[in-house]
């Protein structure tokens, strides 16, 4: 038997409204200023319900008289305490009571962040009074300016010699180093200097390893204490990027996977093993970041975009200029700047028979050696001498590892 959904939009407006009464009830045993409890917050919901049935009309009317009953509490609330959580809160009732008759999971769904909110209240006003510094705020707001503002703004379409630059990517490349950093920065403050990294460094490097490296060369050049963890973060984010090649290849060439799985897997024990070593690194003295530190540098972000920027210049001049031979040697630069897509490239030419697999996967290891080349440079401009030497090592070590395999064992497991 089938719940008729406007039933079922009226249980979901119950329950969410005795969810919401149930938090401030207990917000006001203990002293909160709550102007509604758990039996308002319920009638309140069932109201909106009822009146969205009836109509638009009368459902503005509902939450007209509602907000006007909300703001009578408010100016009869002791001016010591001018919150508005209370009332803002059963007026949101209302209007997921409403919304419970359209779509009572998402109404359901809302009231449960909602309620977490109201329960956080003490340990979100810790968090923005004594846990975020200025600076941070600052930081956070131009990262959300450059991601929420800047980039939608910017034409999605290829410009320059060849095509080769498209704006909104390349600024794309700018946030995600901020990101990363920023990323690390919380890491940093919330687990310690040396695990905290190396948890930033694996999930960044999902999103992109470069960006990554990148961002971790900004930590170590503001605190030159960190460089050992964050070559081993540098060398997790490599790892996360490693394991998306996985995924990309059993979908364009599950032979071609099969083939290069030891030089794959050869390539991803050796950053595994220097991504542990920066485990250990840190003596754990480092100060933490505080409200002097920076959670990015805009301008190093900047630097990163406009050498990829250049990389994907010199990759189209020498297309247009050498033809086929400056194919080969756009596929290797184009490994540069996105190692995903040239994988992906190569499983497909495998998967239509117009490449052998022994020719892929020697292909394979050339694009690794492009990325080995890249990541190394990135991390000498963003980080330094000390940062860059050891990352290129790292990477090296890797590659190493990867051609003997690819050279000593035989294709597939």
């Known amino acids: 038997m089938t719940l008729d959904p406007t039933y079922a939009g009226y249980l979901s407006a119950l329950g969410l409204g005795l969810l919401i009464g149930v938090v401030r009830e207990r917000q006001r045993d203990h002293g909160g200023h709550t102007p509604a409890g758990m039996r308002t917050h319920t009638i309140a919901a069932l109201a909106g319900a009822v009146a969205w049935t009836l109509g638009l009309p009368v459902f503005l009317v509902v939450l007209g008289a509602v907000g006007l009953l909300a703001y009578g509490s408010y100016r009869l609330t002791d001016a010591s305490d ?13 209007l997921l009571g409403a919304l419970a008759q359209q779509s009572p999971g998402l109404a359901s769904a809302l009231a449960v962040l909602v309620a977490l909110l109201l329960q956080a209240r003490e340990r979100l006003h810790r968090l923005g009074r004594d846990l975020i510094s200025e600076r941070e705020v600052r930081d956070g707001l131009l990262l959300l300016a450059a991601a929420l503002l800047v980039l939608p703004l910017l034409p999605d379409e290829s410009i320059g010699p060849g095509g080769a630059l498209n704006p909104q990517k390349l600024w794309r490349l700018v946030v995600l180093v901020m990101a990363v950093s920023a990323l690390g920065h919380v890491a940093l403050r919330v687990i310690g200097s040396g695990r905290g990294l190396a948890v930033a460094g694996f999930f960044a490097g999902f999103v992109s390893s470069t960006a990554a490296i990148a961002g971790f060369g900004q930590r170590v050049r503001a605190t030159p204490g960190l460089l050992r963890p964050s070559v081993g973060a ?30 794959l ?7 595994a093993i220097g991504g542990a070593l920066g485990l250990r690194g840190g ?8 409200q002097d530190s920076r959670m990015f540098r805009f301008t190093h972000a900047l630097y990163f975009a406009g050498f990829m920027a250049g990389v994907l210049v010199v990759s189209a001049l020498l297309r247009q200029a050498f033809g086929e031979a400056g194919a080969l040697a756009t596929a290797f630069l184009a490994a540069i700047a996105e190692v995903h897509a040239a994988v992906a490239s190569i499983g497909q030419m495998v998967g239509q ?8 996967r020697h292909a394979i290891l050339a694009v690794l050696a492009a990325s080995v080349i ?38 597939g497991l």
């Open 82 to 94: 001018p919150g508005q959580t209370g009332e803002v809160a059963l007026l949101t009732t209302v």
């Open 234 to 263: 540098a060398m997790f984010a490599a790892l996360a990027s490693l394991l998306l090649m996985f995924p990309v290849l059993a979908t364009v060439s599950a032979t071609l996977l099969k083939a290069v799985m030891p030089t």
């Open 265 to 271: 897997l050869a390539f991803g024990l050796v950053l």
């Open 283 to 290: 003596s754990g003295d480092e100060p933490a970041p505080t």
């Open 353 to 360: 028979g117009l490449m052998g697999v022994e020719t892929a």
């Open 374 to 411: 890249a990541r190394g440079a990135v991390a000498w401009v963003s980080g330094g001498a000390a940062y860059g030497v050891r990352v290129s090592a790292g990477l090296g070590g890797a590659w190493v590892a990867a051609a003997a395999a690819t050279f000593l064992l035989p294709a």
